[in-house]
């Protein structure tokens, strides 16, 4: 309870700013709903803005994790910008991600106005308690439509939405363990033209 105090009582303050949601709109109880609206809050809401992120964990007391910790979360792409917080909600255990990142030309070869573009990236790593199915249906009202496209990965089942401007090109993406049925990380990807 005092972690959601924290959050109405900081994240108001930042993220009261117009976006569809906010602090307070954030369900009481842990489930799908709130999973995914912990998501559109801290990464949908502020994508590209990565920097907003940051003082959304630091305002809201996440720890901020440093060295080995945080270097397993590197991609093969390594980031010109890494970082990462844990904390807890409602008994659940969450990390919270930033990248800043040059991506590979292949990963943009479906867009070549995009090449050289900078890619700004958020991921929440859930508790892994929630049925994907659940969560696979707030995130689709939080998109505004079912997912674009799913696919394999692995041992992951992988929901995705796609959204582009002249400038932007967002890859939002839903994670769940393909045996187990439950959701295990939410993320989302901006590329910013230079």
């Not at 709109?25 to 489930?31: F, I, N, R, S, V």
């Not at 809050?41 to 630091?58: M, R, V």
């Not at 800043?100 to 892994?128: H, I, N, R, V």
């Amino acid at each position: 309870m005092i972690w959601r105090t924290l959050t109405i009582t900081f994240l108001t303050a930042f993220v009261g700013l117009g976006g569809p949601t906010n602090a307070q709109d954030l369900p009481e109880k842990a489930g799908p709903e709130r999973t995914a609206k912990l998501f559109e809050l801290f990464c949908f809401n502020q994508l590209p803005d990565i920097g907003a992120i940051a003082k959304i964990a630091k305002a809201g007391g996440f720890t901020a994790l440093e060295g080995a910790e945080l270097q397993k979360y590197q991609s093969d792409v390594p980031a010109e910008d890494l970082k990462a917080w844990k904390f807890d909600d409602l008994g659940g255990k969450y990390v919270l991600i930033t990248a800043k990142t040059k991506p590979k030309a292949e990963e943009l070869k479906d867009f070549p106005d995009f090449q050289g573009s900078t890619s700004y990236a958020c991921t929440l790593f859930t508790p892994s308690n929630d049925p994907s199915d659940g969560v696979q249906k707030e995130m689709a009202k939080i998109m505004e439509r079912k997912a674009d496209g799913s696919y394999d990965q692995g041992p992951l089942k992988v929901h995705s939405w796609f959204g582009q401007t002249e400038t932007l090109l967002v890859n939002i993406f839903h994670y769940a363990s393909a045996k187990s049925k439950k959701t295990v990380l939410l993320s989302g990807t901006t590329f910013v033209k230079e």
